[in-house]
């Protein structure tokens, strides 16, 4: 079946605008986690969404970040005003419940020029 | 602080021989040691985990040590493969609702043919 996918795979954007990266989760999946992947920095957690449950947003390095997840479905990251350190891979992750294995998708890798 | 501390940064091993990857951990929260692999330009991809309750784990050429009261685990990869270049990462996360993952900066295999 299908795994989680991730849009845009890239995404080149300009210091100070704003960018919506997507996950679409595996079917059924409650669970959906946002982590960034950076050089040297290894992957850290974003946020975390369990079915209608308040987000855990404790990992978001800053309020420019914030995320949304519709219909306990897909989820969007939004990061306003980006900055250079923003350059990433970000990648999504679901599974399906809270105790099983995640799944990722294949991130999109945003660069701020 | 890292609280996942992998080592080595990167490794170089010859087909057929065994490669050995360490991971330390500082929180004895943490019960789920899952070991990850990342080719490059695709999300990371669960290979073996393991659980505090059991000291070793093999599943096919791959092979989890875990030492509870050193607070360390191990990913051993036997008659290794060309096919196993890759970045692998160890990785932690605790018992609650968010199961979020913990990882290790990643060691860069290499295994030369």
């Known amino acids: 079946g299908a795994g989680v996918s991730q849009s845009p795979s890239n995404k080149v954007t300009e210091k100070g605008k704003d960018v919506e990266l997507r996950c679409d989760p595996i079917?059924?999946?409650?669970?959906l986690y946002w982590y960034r992947q950076s050089l040297g920095q290894g992957l850290e957690f974003l946020i975390y969404f369990q079915g209608n449950s308040a987000p855990d947003k404790s990992g978001l390095p800053s309020d420019r970040f914030s995320a949304e997840r519709t219909g306990g479905s897909v989820s969007t990251l939004t990061i306003q005003r980006t900055q250079q350190e923003d350059s990433a891979v970000y990648l999504c992750?679901?599974?399906?419940?809270?105790?099983?294995?995640?799944?990722f998708g294949p991130g999109t890798r945003l660069t701020v020029t | 602080q890292q609280q996942v501390k992998q080592s080595p940064q990167s490794l170089i091993v010859q087909k057929g021989g065994i490669s050995i990857i360490n991971c330390a951990y500082e929180n004895t929260a943490f019960d789920y040691f899952p070991w990850y692999q990342q080719f490059p330009g695709k999300g990371p991809a669960l290979l073996i985990a393991?659980?505090?309750d059991v000291s070793e784990k093999k599943e096919g050429r791959f092979t989890i040590s875990f030492n509870k009261s050193a607070k360390q685990f191990s990913l051993h990869i036997m008659d290794s493969q060309p096919g196993d270049s890759a970045t692998y990462f160890c990785a932690a996360s605790r018992s609650g609702n968010n199961r979020k993952l913990i990882w290790g900066l990643g060691t860069s295999l290499a295994v030369n043919p």
């Open positions: 393991i659980r505090p």
């Open positions: 079917s059924g999946h409650t669970a």
């Open positions: 992750a679901s599974s399906l419940d809270t105790v099983t294995r995640q799944y």
